[in-house]
């Protein structure tokens, strides 16, 4: 009697293990692409039969906040076998007309100049507080209007952030800009309401603060905000049997610096760290750095790792292999290419044969 229980038990135990197996071997690969309205059904179609045929998996679609837009691609990308995410500029929302009739919603500097009409290095840098209560539910409203949208896997978050206290080391020249220090115009959010919330908490003024730099609890403060509208997007997007993923800076202290992001404390289910090393002067090997960093950093939380590829900054297609193995052996479940206009055919070849070195 004895034996078969056995039996039974090795017979469950090597079904449970093949499962496992099934699911650390099955890297993804997606792109991030941004949908364009005006682009006919049998384009897209052709688009994503492109994607398919070159190894990609997923495709991150960025349809400016249209779920009506979403609705239409969706079909037409799973019938290619692609799953699918709906890509959302979350705190940084360029040209929303609902936003717009709003001036007090948007971040202020600690210069005291708003971004409704003041706006940091790019005009598209339209930035709404995540404090204020009446910005941080229409961004929340929109996270619900994609997350209802039928077949999509997620809803994924960009710009889920402040903007950048320091830009990318080489993208400074192209602003000709020195950043040496945190400078006022790029620091935000001082509006009112943040401000009011912060005194309620610490009974001083980030106004008066002899030093903003290094004041840990207004930074805290400003980490805490985003990581609230993550969490309740988070709420969201599983009420609508929809996962939580994001776009987010290389890894958690890194995106602290430069964006006041600490994603390794998000309730979140998947993560696309954009890990693009040209924008910081580094080599292929620091997409593995970084990637291992990262998932290192969620060691003990459920949240996964992607790795984001910067398409345009590697040299050839020997470079792309290697970034790919690079995510791949340092704890990535997959990668993201930016963009998917940027992926050439001998790309798409590239990824498909390193895509089948892996199995
Ligand atoms: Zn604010």
């Known amino acids: 009697m004895k034996l078969p229980k056995l039996l039974l038990f090795f017979l469950a135990f090597s079904i449970f293990s093949c499962a496992k197996k099934e699911e650390t071997t099955s890297f993804k690969f997606a792109v991030w692409t941004t949908a364009d309205a005006k682009k006919s059904d049998a384009d897209y179609t052709k688009e994503f039969k492109k994607y398919k045929d070159g190894g990609i998996d997923e495709v991150l679609i960025n349809t400016t906040t249209d779920p009506k837009l979403l609705k239409r691609l969706v079909p037409l990308a799973t019938k290619e076998g692609l799953k699918v995410h709906a890509w959302i500029m979350a705190m940084n929302r360029p040209n929303d007309s609902v936003a717009l009739q709003h001036p007090d919603w948007y971040q202020v500097s600690k210069e005291g100049k708003s971004c409704f009409d003041n ?5 598209y840098y339209q930035w709404l507080c995540p404090t204020r209560k009446e910005s941080r539910e229409h961004v929340l409203h929109l996270v619900e209007e994609l997350a209802k949208v039928e077949g999509i896997e997620s809803v994924h978050l960009d710009y889920i952030r402040f903007p950048d206290i320091f830009l990318p080391i080489s993208l400074l020249p192209k602003y000709n800009l020195v950043q040496d220090v945190e400078l006022p115009q790029f620091d935000f959010c001082y509006c009112d309401e943040c401000v009011k919330a912060f005194e309620k908490i610490h009974h001083k003024n980030p106004k008066e603060s ?5 004041d840990m609890e207004w930074k805290n403060f400003r980490l805490n905000a985003i990581k609230a509208v993550v969490d ?17 800076f290389p890894y958690p202290e890194m995106a602290d610096h430069m964006v006041l992001q600490r994603w390794d404390k998000w309730n979140i289910d998947e993560v696309y760290p954009m890990i693009y090393h040209s924008f910081y002067n580094e080599e292929i090997d620091w997409v593995g750095y970084a990637t291992k960093q990262g998932v290192a950093d969620l060691e003990d939380k459920k949240t996964k790792i992607n790795t984001g590829i910067y398409i345009p900054g590697l040299k050839n ?7 790919i193995l690079e995510a791949k052996e340092n704890g990535a479940v997959g990668v993201s290419f930016f963009d998917g206009n940027a992926l050439s055919e001998s790309n798409l070849k590239t990824i498909k044969e390193t895509k ?4």
Do not use: F
């Open 119 to 123: 706006r940091p290095y790019v005009d």
């Open 210 to 214: 002899h030093n903003t730099s290094i």
């Open 232 to 248: 309740d997007a988070c709420k969201i997007a599983h009420k609508h049997n929809k996962q939580l993923t994001a776009a987010v």
């Open 317 to 323: 297609d020997k470079e792309l292999k290697q970034a």
């Open 356 to 359: 089948a070195s892996l199995k």
